[in-house]
């Protein structure tokens, strides 16, 4: 179970790894990574120097000169929320009619809400894996079914509407002369 755990170590303030406890250990004893670096697994509340970590006691092949670092503080720790690198274009806001589709679903019209649900669910996706005329060609078809499907909602609503009021007014007995 010890060779499946993910390590994470900070050399020079830069962050480095997943890899295993394993090639972590071949790391300081070969003077790649030294006592003093910092190292972190999922289940340790913080880093912590390599030296003061039980589990990656190893015995170092030659003595090395320590260079004493500042201890990384919360704001500044290499395990930090990761970052969006220098350069990074989230690329233009696509809408994605998710929540409007569901309504005119609900609403309106589940028929044509269906087809809009599944073009809104689509756009996330396809912006994330970079393919942004896919999820601006996604993004126009989730709103064109969703403006169908409210319009065909709203001219079946009026229809049943329109009905009622013709049933209504068949069902309504009129009043002759001279009865009473």
Known sequence: META???????????MGPIGIDELKAKLASGEVSGTDMVWREGMPDWRKAGEVQELAVIPAAPQQVVPQPTPSASNSPYSTPRAPSGYNPGP?????LWQSIVVTVLCCVPFGIPAIVYAAKVDGLKAR???QGAMAASKNAKMWCLIA???G????????ALQVFAATLSTPSASPGSF
């Open 5 to 15: 755990m993910q390590w994470y170590f900070a050399k020079n303030g830069v962050q």
């Open 93 to 97: 806001a696509i809408p994605n009619y």
């Open 130 to 132: 970079g393919d942004i």
């Open 154 to 161: 709203l001219i079946g609503f009026v229809v049943i509407i």
């Open 150 to 152: 409210m319009i065909l």
